[in-house]
């Protein structure tokens, strides 16, 4: 597995070694032991999944408390996926990392507990895997606004993005809950 760090050195896109044939491939999406040797020494106790068309816009979202960690990768499609870190003791705080996840390139990418997470649809549709490292608390869940200035994502948009109420609602950066 090749690892590297995004500019959110805590950010991680995870390449797995993938095996193929003339059947196909195969690769190991989660393997509790190479993941720790990679920094990585997640305990997941959800696993999620999502399918959105193309211009849907989900998050920013975290959990105030019960962060999560959370370990994402496309199976169908292609999306534009987000992490920004909310933690004030951070050098980084306040910063964004969009990296491409699809099912073409394989890519996974760590976004550790104290990040916002959210993604982008770039394809006519997207299957959305991602594992959790704590539950979803309803009363704990926060939406960071998508398009904020203050955090300068540049998101690949094309037409208007398309958002349930609490996303288009979301909480300006400088109104947010963050962490220590």
């Known amino acids: 597995m ?10 991680l896109v995870l390449e797995p070694r993938v095996f193929t044939d003339e059947r196909g491939y195969f690769f190991e999406s989660w393997n509790s032991r190479a993941f ?10 959800q696993d999620n999944h999502s399918r959105s068309r193309r211009n849907v816009v989900r998050g920013l979202h975290y959990q105030i408390e019960h962060a999560q960690g959370k ?13 920004v870190d909310l933690r004030r003791s951070s050098p980084h705080f306040g910063r964004a990392v969009g990296v491409v996840l699809s099912a073409e390139n394989q890519k996974m990418m760590w976004v550790p507990p104290g990040f916002a997470h959210g993604f982008l649809t770039l394809s006519d549709t997207a299957d ?3 594992k959790t490292t704590d539950y979803w608390f309803r009363e704990h869940e926060r939406t960071l606004l998508w398009n904020d200035p203050v955090l300068g994502i540049d998101w690949p948009l094309v037409g208007a993005p398309i958002l ?11 109104a947010a809950d963050c962490y220590a």
């Open 36 to 45: 720790a040797d990679a920094g990585i020494p997640a305990h997941f106790v």
């Open 164 to 174: 349930v109420p609490k996303d288009a609602g979301g909480t300006p950066f400088a």
């Open 71 to 83: 370990l994402v990768r496309v199976v169908s499609g292609e999306v534009f996926d987000v992490a």
């Open 128 to 130: 959305f895997l991602y």
């Open 2 to 11: 090749i690892v590297t760090a995004t500019a959110l050195p805590e950010v």
